[in-house]
């Protein structure tokens, strides 16, 4: 039989993208969820092989306007108790932090736009060594404390905490390196241009980088997924 994988879509503008082809690629059969699916409620996260999280312009501490948080949450925890092959991506990154139990908050500024993360200590042998002087795609505003009995796995000029893993099977990206040639690029612009004035950028300079950074960030993404697909437990 297929190993199973399920994308948690917060909102239709955040798909898995260019990480959709090493999972793929992997042997995973992809299914898909919206969070506003009325079947979400009901769904066991732990029946399937791979459970992928996706970003989204929501905070994990805005439960009261989003109630499907909370049901996230819970299901989440159990999935990763259980030592489950789960990747969570900026939201979905911060969603993993919040089920181990750390705070996520709004931070002090707005993180967009392409720059490389810096690789710490071991994971420069791991999966995220594709990444290594890789300009990647951030747009966040949001940071999170370290859960406990994780590795962290890189920071970058404006967060320290940019990726981390427990074991081989739980990774989390606040970054987003599966975007760089996905058309949904120009939804990200048209739903949040302000983040990107914030930032101290704009938008001629960040299609700019866009095109000349976007193949080479999904390049390394891509290989930095598979990788890690190979060395689950």
Known sequence: MAKTALIIRHVPYEGVAAYREPIEAAGYQVDRIDVADPAFPDLDLCRYDLLIMMGGPMGVYE??????ITIQLEKLAQRLEAGRPTLG?????????????????AGPAKEVGFHPVTILGTAQDGPLRHLIDVPVLH???????LPADVELLASSHVYDHQAFRRGRNILALQF??????????????????????????????LRADHDRL??????????MIAQWLRELD
């Open 176 to 205: 987003h390196a599966e975007m760089g040639l996905d058309p949904r690029f120009d939804d990200w612009l048209g739903q949040w241009p302000g983040a990107v004035v914030e930032a101290g950028g704009d938008e001629a300079s």
């Open 89 to 105: 991506v900026c939201f979905g990154a911060q969603m993993i932090a919040a089920a181990l139990g750390a705070e996520v908050y």
């Open 214 to 223: 976007g193949p080479g960030a999904v390049a390394a993404g891509q290989a």
């Open 63 to 68: 439960q009261d306007s989003y109630p499907w």
């Open 139 to 145: 747009w966040h505003g949001d940071t999170f404390t």
